[in-house]
């Protein structure tokens, strides 16, 4: 599951990749060692977010582009029987 295509909330996400090219979401592709220092990574960075100490995007650039293309907000819809 895609979070940001099923909340409103605000979503961001950690890239972890595989030495080898791997089809589709095939699971088992990481360590969990690499999964935890990935966790632990999200887990610093809500606490200096939360703080008000890092952003995540620049304000007046998403303005921007909602201007130019909208709020993207009919992608969350698809599979939902509205189209």
Not at 23 to 49: D, H, I, M, S, W
């Amino acid at each position: 599951m895609q979070p940001a295509t099923t909340t409103t909330a605000p979503v961001v996400g950690v890239a972890t990749t595989a030495s080898t090219p791997i089809p589709g979401c095939a699971t088992g592709a990481n360590q969990p060692f690499f999964l935890e220092q990935a966790a632990r990574f999200c887990v610093e960075v809500a606490k200096y977010f939360t703080a008000g100490e890092c952003r995540f995007f620049d304000s007046e650039e998403f303005k921007r582009l909602v201007a130019l293309y909208g709020t993207m907000r009919h992608l969350q819809t698809l599979g939902k029987g509205e189209q």
